[in-house]
């Protein structure tokens, strides 16, 4: 793990400075009439050799209430549509569109719930770990 957030520092590194440098080309021209703004920021310190980024999209059907889970990959979540009310180690926090979330691999999420009754919410769930792994692990029944 510690190789892959290296060698993910050293790619988003590499983007941030080809995009500031793209930026310090175009300074005296609009490239968009709104600039980028950053919406998330973690440290990493890792390799990408054996790891990877998948990117998924998450529907919350009105009122759904999602049943406990682990994600063993890094995630980081984007609400698209909707607000969303996510359990994560016990600590209940509320997301609205817009907003940006991280979650540590293998924690427990407890749960996600859609706070609307009638429209469904939309998040993007980006995933980065080892390949191959499965983005969501249901969490067994405690008997």
Do not use: C
């Not at 607000?83 to 924690?107: A, M, N």
């Amino acid at each position: 793990m510690k190789k892959f957030v290296f060698s993910l520092t050293v790619l988003l590194t590499a983007f941030a400075f080809s995009t500031k440098a793209q930026h310090q080309e175009h300074a005296d021209k609009e490239v968009t009439a709104y600039p980028p703004v950053v919406l998330f920021t973690k440290q990493l310190s890792a390799s990408l050799k054996k790891d990877e980024v998948r990117v998924v999209l998450v529907r919350f059907a009105p009122g759904e209430v999602s049943n406990a889970h682990r994600h063993p990959m890094a995630t980081i979540g984007y609400v698209l549509e909707g607000s969303i009310e996510s359990t994560f180690e016990g600590v209940k926090h509320i997301y609205k569109q817009g907003e940006v979330f991280w979650e540590e691999p293998g924690g427990l999420h407890n749960q996600t719930r859609n706070l609307s009754k009638t429209k469904e919410a939309k998040l993007v769930a980006f995933f980065v770990g080892a390949a191959g792994s499965p983005v969501l692990i249901p969490e067994k029944a405690k008997k």
